[in-house]
Structures are given as C-alpha cells and as structure tokens.
C-alpha cells in the first residue's frame, strides 16, 4: 500500500532522496513517517509530517534531514544528506490517520507500511 523507493549506495558525505508513494489518495487527517532499521537494532524513527505540513524529526537527523510531501503528487519525501555510516538501515515509510503529534515518534501509531528500501553509506 505504500511504495518506497530512493535507497542505494552511497558514500559519506553523500545526499539521498526517498520517496514514498500511497496506493491511494490519503485524506487530510494522515499522518506519514520514516523509521528505519539497522542489522540487529529495532526500528528507529526518523521524520514524521502530518498532512497539514507539520513534521518532527529524530534527533540524530536534526539539521541533515528534510521531510516534506506534496500534495499534488501524494508523495512523501525525505531528503538526506550529509549522510553518514550510522545512516546504513532500511528504511520503511508508513502511514496512519488520526495520530496526534505526542504519538508520531511510534511505530504502533501507524496502521499501514512499505516494504523498505536499503540505504548503505560507506565510509
């Protein structure tokens, strides 16, 4: 239901864009997010926007990470750069309706998923 895409190999430094694309035309109260996951680590959040535009981004990609989406195109982006090799995970978009902001950082807030694409940044 949700087509990410974007992901590859890159090295340190380097900039990504993903995309993720919904089956179908979401309503004004979704809510889309990026988590990812390295090898043997859970899934980490990342960016989260709400379709009003509003958006939270971890931490760890304050100031190298942008979310945005466009309405026009239903699509969700995440532009990375300076990316670095703690960056390495797949990353899986998602989306839910009706999640208030405290709850965008969790994965269970969200009721549909991709299958991920691979970002692996070498050093």
């Not at 969790?106 to 549909?112: A, C, H, L």
Request: glycine share 10%; with cysteine; proline share 3%.
């Amino acid at each position: 239901q949700l087509q990410a895409s974007g992901g590859g190999l890159v090295q340190a430094g380097a900039s990504l864009k993903l995309s993720c694309v919904p089956s179908r035309r979401t309503g004004g109260n979704f809510a889309m997010a990026w988590f990812r996951q390295a090898p043997g680590n859970q899934r980490e959040f990342v960016a989260a926007i709400r379709w009003s535009g509003h958006s939270v981004l971890a931490d760890s990609v304050k100031g190298r990470f942008t979310i945005s989406r466009d309405s026009a195109e239903n699509t969700m982006y995440l532009q990375m750069k300076s990316l670095k090799p703690e960056d390495t995970a797949i990353y899986y978009c998602a989306a839910g309706s009706g999640i208030i902001l405290s709850s965008l950082r969790y994965p269970d807030s969200y009721s549909y998923w991709g299958r991920g694409t691979l970002v692996t940044v070498s050093s």
